[in-house]
Structures are given as structure tokens and as C-alpha cells.
């Protein structure tokens, strides 16, 4: 085939216009989903995207895999005529086109949080190196598992930076370095989200040293377990660091605070364990 490049017997690699692929998707393919084809598009980087799988059968160039990809490169031209780059599979019957679909992730191993932020580092990717800079700040590090002075909660810092911001992940940082020193579990993704919560709700009233002091008169096994009893996710943790705040203060705060206002919006978090 003119302007193509053979990479194994199997399979040759050539561009296709996209109006010329069909999707097999009302059976075993995945249901296109618009509202990721979107979610993909405002990051959308050809260079690492995968080329599509198409099956050459029939007279027709059929996409086993690789449909938001076509989707989006036909969304961001403009034009259903836009060549896309493919993996053509020659002489695949149709069961066959299923079979690799099935079985293409069986050895692919997904990259872990902090696999991927890690890359971000390496890439000098601002925003993860903001998060590292504050996390280092307090004598820290991001781990891949737990560690003594070790955060591996990564998804969890990441989604306290893009919801609150730089200023409620580095005081949620203080507080919880502050607080527990250290203890077992204190940078888990539940805790740490349970913390940004309040920053968040309550802001300048609460008070660092009465948070420091009241709240780490307990163990965060302690929290947990409050927590756990109270309501799932972050909430319950927020509510149960309150509760502890509170006790014999003078400067007690609401717990109300927490149902409304920035610190609610969206959905629940629920951090790593």
C-alpha cells in the first residue's frame, strides 16, 4: 500500500479518512460517550494518542477500538475527512475483531497515581511541581506507599489543588504535619480531604494552634473510627476533627458550617486510604 509503513505481518499502519471508517459499536464495541469524547478533546495531544485498530474485511475498514479517538480528530478538524493515522488488521473475521477487543488490556498494567505524577515531575509539568514544592516544604515526600513522612494519598493532593487551591493544600498540609507529627495514616487521602474541607468551610476561625492541640489529643485511629460511625467520605471525617475541636474550646465552631457554601460543592470526596 502506497504511504504506509509494514510493522509486522499482521498489521500495516496508514492514514484513513475518517469518514471511510465504520464502528462496530452496536456490538461488542463500547457505546460512544459524548460527554468524554469532550472531557478528551480539551487535552487532546496526538502525539500520545493510540493509533485505532481497524479491521480491513469486506470491503470495509471497520475501528475495533480507537472510536473516541476517530471522534475527536473529526471533531477538532472540523471534518469527517480528516486522515486519521490506523493499525489496519488484514483478513480478521469478525469474531476475531471481538477476541482482541476482549483481551487487549489483559497485559497492559495501568500506571498508578504516583507513576503518573511522577512523569509530571519529569515532564516539569507546573502544577505538579507546585505540589511537590509545598509537600517538600514541610519536610515531606510523595511516596508510592506509605512511609514515615510520606504522602502516597497523590490523587487526593492533586484534587485538593484543583478544587481549593494552592493556599488550602499547603494549610492543609501545616495542620496535618502540625497536628499528628507524623503518626501513622495522618496523610491518608481521607484525612488530608477531611482537613481541606474545614479549611475551606470555616477559614480564618479556625484556629491552628487550638486545631494542633484539640485535635491531636487523639490518635488518628481514633478519627477513623469517628469518622466511619458519623457518615462515609471526607464529611465524616471533617465532622469528626470538629467534634474534637470543640471539646472544652472557647472557640467552638458550627458544624452547619460544613453542609454549605464552597466547601460542599460537587459531590463527596472520598480520599485514598
Known sequence: MNGTKTLEKSYEVMFISSSDLSVTRDTYQRELNSRRVREIAENFDERVANEPKVSARDGRFYVFDGQHTIEIIASESGSRDTPVWCMIYDDLKYKEEAHIFADQQKH?????????????????????????????????????????????????LERIYDKYGQAVLDRTLRLAAATWEGENNSFSGNILMGIARIVVAYGDTVRDDVFKDHVGRVSVKAIIRAAKERRPGALGYSEAMIIEYNKKSKFRLSLKTLYGGKAMSGEDDFGEE
Open 108 to 156: 497492559v498494567k495501568a500506571l498508578s497515581s504516583f507513576e503518573t505524577f511522577k512523569a509530571h515531575i519529569e515532564a516539569d509539568d507546573p502544577k505538579q511541581k507546585m505540589i511537590e514544592a509545598i509537600v517538600q516544604s514541610y519536610g515531606l515526600a510523595i511516596t508510592s506507599t506509605k512511609a514515615k513522612n510520606g504522602i502516597s494519598a497523590v490523587s487526593t
